[in-house]
């Protein structure tokens, strides 16, 4: 079967329309459909094929059903078997490459006929986990020894926020260069005249593109992704572990916010806690509670942080009610969100411009799938942003660095 014929019988279990899947192919969708056409022409005439085989020692019948995964087996013999294990002895079932889904026996005149129904072994939840565990080693890497130096430099906190990464996505293969890109731009940009007392570094907020070992969200909407759950899990760890280690050098303290995502709520979840483990150091502290809404103050700054997916014209008054000591003695107050991959930015203000509040929607490094391309959600700047705030006035600069 040639490599096109391939990709058009992957995606007939897709069910999806013609044009959908000739346009995720790049072919014409008459060759989309005379292909589909001969492929299923194909199925149809070996659906249910049976042969005799006879491997030196035993004769038996075999009825493949291909659509289903599926055969049936059958042998004369002279006694009956009494149990699973001798019927999978008796017929010489693989049972690495098929399982046992049921058997029977009749009693002809001077035998038994013992038939036997196998289904075909899919690879599933157990077997992707056990081959991340048995395989995987978080890559090693160098981080620089950096002697941090007040002298003449402006004291501040740093706010970076680099959420909707989309680990294993379709596009985003080798999003984790990107990610690094970035994140050395940022830093590289921002400490010659800068000294980092604090740094809020966010994880989480749509990590993974995925959430299920069915490459589906965690409310099951189906995905275009370009690696398996394990492999994106893999890839997410690997560049925050190093994000990590490395923003660390450049900070005296490091705060390390995790927002859960609509993609990702558990892997994202349980990534976040696997690399508070991993990682130690007194220099950073961990804020990986589950929690929708989070808030960390740096003296007159009020930094929220959420993942933006659940909408509210009362953005404002949900914060000051949650968090009223904080809101309180505070004067500079920015929530810090994601989700709509685009930079945007909504000002509450009040007659005393002092007690207003900024609502910051961040831009994505993640690459365009179908679904966006399909949906003209093409027009972002994949870029990342890196905030640096005063003690006392609030934000004196924003650093971008655009992906290319």
Partial sequence: MSSLKKQVAETIRWKKNPTYCAARLGILESE?????????????KAKKRSKIIN????KFTESVDLDKGEKTLSISSTTEPKSAEEIIELLKIDTTQWKLSQYWNKQMSDHWRVSALVSKVK?????????LLEKWKPKTFKIPKVKLNKLNKDVVCGVMSLQDIHFGKEGNETIDKDFEDTIKNLIKRA??????????????GDLINMDTFSGTTTSGTPLDNCMNATEAYQQAFDAMHWAINYIKAFCEKLVVVYIPGNHDRLSSYHLAHALSKSIKSDEIEWDVKYDERKVHVYHNNFNAFEHGDKH??????VYASEYPIEW?????????????H??????YMTSNETAGFIEKSLPSLGKTDYYHYS???????RSGKLELQDPIIGTITELTYQAI
Wanted: aromatic share 6%; glycine share 8%; charged share 35%.
């Fill in 32 to 44: 989309y459909i005379k292909i589909k056409k001969e492929i299923l022409r194909e199925r149809r």
């Fill in 312 to 317: 509210s014209k009362n953005t404002p008054l």
């Fill in 375 to 381: 949906n003209k959600y093409t027009c972002n700047r």
């Fill in 342 to 347: 685009t930079d945007r930015k909504t000002e």
């Fill in 328 to 340: 309180g003695k505070t004067i500079n107050r920015t929530l810090f969100k994601g989700h709509i």
């Fill in 55 to 58: 491997d030196g020692t035993s």
């Fill in 123 to 131: 690879e599933g939840p157990g077997d992707l986990l056990k081959d």
């Fill in 191 to 204: 400490v010659p005249t800068h000294h980092i007392e604090k740094m809020y570094f966010v994880l989480g």
